[in-house]
């Protein structure tokens, strides 16, 4: 299995400043034939499923904000949120769908300074 | 607008099966694998597995010996089966349909889930 690795664990920002999540897999998630790579962000909150946010690394879901953005290649990601809000407040998952299973990162809480 | 509805026992004791099912109203049946993800609490995601309208099915070879995933297309509904359970089992359950807008596994419509405890 590809293992998903995220980093930090936890991180405190104040609102309105810069917040960035990273994530690492174990091997690269870059299809060669397409030239995609096959990770996804996903942010929960309590009590609530999962909601997609970034496919393909960097393509925003439909109706998520734009401060929500994503980058990177081969085995190194992040998701950045440009201006946290109050409403951010949540844990963050990175997901690959490269290989089978696909697999999910630890998670990373992201908390209000 | 495609709604995705989870039902299913939500206390079992160890040894014994458990079996969910989920709904899908609205929107394509056909067009999708349809997959179980489960979360323990406080915990991480985990894949479990997917099935197609025609019936074939992949699963997570950790899960592999113990899980059945099946599909009735008359109802629209695919069900969970999971044998054997222990207390490791214990975790929110949920169906999920990857995105029609990538060729991939992200997950953008998701159940509301169900809490599965095992305790004796």
């Known amino acids: 299995d590809i293992v998903m690795t995220q980093s930090p664990d936890s991180l405190a920002v104040s609102l309105g400043e810069r917040a960035t999540i990273n994530c690492k897999s174990s091997q690269s998630v870059l299809y060669s034939s397409d030239n995609k790579n096959y990770l996804a962000w996903y942010q929960q909150k309590p009590g609530q499923p999962p909601k997609l946010l970034i496919y393909w690394a960097s393509t925003r879901e439909s109706g998520v904000p734009d401060r929500f953005s994503g980058g990177g290649s081969g085995t190194d990601f992040t998701l950045t949120i440009s201006s946290v809000q109050a409403e951010d407040v949540a844990v963050y998952y990175c997901q690959q769908d490269y290989g089978t299973p696909c697999t999910f990162g630890q998670g990373t809480k992201l908390e209000i300074k | 607008q495609v709604q995705l509805q989870q039902w299913g026992a939500g206390l079992l004791k160890p040894s014994e099966a458990l079996s969910l099912t989920c709904a899908v109203y609205?929107?394509?049946?056909?067009?999708?694998?349809w997959s179980w993800i489960r979360q323990p609490p406080g915990k991480g995601l985990e894949w479990i597995g997917k099935i197609n309208h025609s019936g074939r099915t992949i699963y997570n070879p950790s899960l592999k010996t113990r899980v059945t995933i099946s599909v009735d297309t008359s109802r629209n509904q695919v069900s969970l089966k999971l044998s054997s359970v222990t207390a490791a089992d214990t975790a929110v359950y949920y169906c999920?349909?990857?995105?029609?807008?990538?060729?991939?596994?992200?997950?953008?419509?998701w159940g509301q889930g169900t809490m599965v405890t095992v305790s004796s």
């Open positions: 999920a349909r990857p995105s029609s807008s990538s060729s991939s596994d992200a997950f953008d419509l």
């Open positions: 609205g929107g394509s049946f056909n067009d999708y694998f």
